[in-house]
């Protein structure tokens, strides 16, 4: 069975620090990873997406992609109380022919103390 | 760009009727749509995929009479509730999908049912 992992939290980070937010997975075949943020009670939005080993920037965003370690993490810089919010690893295993289906994991509760 | 609308947002109804919910691409038109569902604290739980004019491949253990769904265009997918029970009160949330944009899934804002 195909699954993503990742550590439930609560991370708490204080307002300006790094959040490092992290997710393992077990389909060495998987090609596409995305990063999710979810408030409470809202769906969840896009943040990043990822495709090859590396880092990929986008403010103060970094995913980290690891295909060899099936690894694939997260970094917030200047963490903002606003980041507050569930983090969810997602990775597409390409399924049946169709190219977008994901396996979330469970995510990742932060919270960033001012 | 890549936005995803659903109706309504949120739902009451008594146990036994049946509901709808919509789920449109505003700016984007689907090949594929996705319905989740997602109970209190726990992650998102992949109901079903829909690509148009095509039936829907259900998940292992979803109903497929139950939960029925309709991805008549490029821009709209369904899903309606029959019958509903208590325990069918969840946030149901789709998501759409286009090779355009390398088959990257949008969210829509969620449907929150609750079933009396």
């Known amino acids: 069975q195909k699954e993503v992992e990742q550590n439930s939290g609560p991370l708490s980070v204080p307002e300006g620090a790094i959040a490092s937010l992290n997710c393992t997975y077990s389909?060495?075949?998987?090609?596409?990873f995305f990063w999710y943020r979810q408030y409470s009670g809202k769906s969840p939005e896009l943040i990043m997406s990822i495709y090859s080993n590396g880092d990929k920037e986008d403010g103060r965003f970094t995913a980290q992609l690891n295909k060899a370690s099936q690894y694939v993490s997260l970094l917030i810089r200047d963490s903002q109380p606003s980041d507050s919010a569930t983090y969810l690893c997602?990775?597409?295993?390409?399924?049946?022919?169709?190219?977008?289906?994901?396996?979330f994991g469970k995510g990742t509760k932060l919270s960033v103390k001012p | 760009g890549a936005v995803v609308s659903q109706h309504p947002s949120w739902v009451i109804c008594k146990s036994g009727t049946s509901v709808k919910i919509e789920c449109r691409s505003l700016?984007?038109?689907?090949?594929?749509m996705f319905w989740y569902r997602q109970f209190p604290k726990q992650s998102l739980m992949l109901m079903a995929t829909?690509?148009?004019?095509?039936?829907?491949?259900?998940e292992q253990g979803v109903e497929k009479d139950k939960f029925l769904i309709n991805h008549a265009s490029l821009t709209l997918s369904t899903l309606t509730v029959t019958s509903a029970h208590p325990e069918d009160s969840s946030f149901y949330i789709c998501s759409a999908a286009t090779s355009t944009l390398q088959e990257t899934q949008y969210f829509g804002p969620g449907t929150r049912l609750l079933v009396l």
């Open positions: 997602a990775v597409n295993i390409g399924r049946g022919g169709s190219q977008g289906n994901l396996i």
């Open positions: 700016d984007f038109q689907a090949t594929t």
């Open positions: 829909s690509n148009e004019g095509s039936k829907a491949t259900y």
């Open positions: 389909d060495r075949g998987s090609q596409s």
